[in-house]
């Protein structure tokens, strides 16, 4: 099973743009599907974006769609949430999760995926 590290949050102006990456451990990385979601506070964790193991298929919430993309590098163990045109209500702690059960598409209705990582936090100012 892989472990997970988010990396790249910080405080951002509106309208400015962050990249989020998730390294993860371990040999079977390209086996996962991939997904990054987020919590606000005094919210629920919602789906963010998925992508298929092979990175040929990615998945959005529509309230990302068009501002943030989702990709993921094999040999590098790593998968990126590049996020652009950031508003003050993308501001949440951003984790990123792995399923070899559950696929990409199905991500953003899973009840439960079998790794997390720990979380970043991203602030957008107004």
């Known amino acids: 099973q892989v472990q997970l590290v988010e990396s790249g949050g910080g405080l951002v102006q509106a309208g400015g743009s962050l990249r989020l990456s998730c390294a993860a451990s371990?040999?079977?990385?390209?086996?996962?599907?991939m997904g990054w979601f987020r919590q606000a506070p005094r919210k629920e964790r919602e789906f963010v974006a998925a992508?298929?193991?092979?990175?040929?298929?990615?998945y959005y919430a529509d309230s990302v769609k068009g501002r943030f993309t989702i990709s993921r590098d094999n040999a590098k163990n790593t998968v990126y949430l590049q996020m652009t045109s950031l508003k003050p209500e993308d501001t949440a702690v951003y984790y990123c999760a792995a399923s070899r059960i559950t696929t990409a598409q199905a991500m953003g209705v899973a009840r439960s995926l079998e790794v997390w990582g720990q979380g970043t936090l991203v602030t957008v100012s107004s």
């Open positions: 371990g040999r079977t990385f390209s086996s996962y599907a």
């Open positions: 992508i298929s193991w092979s990175g040929g298929n990615t």
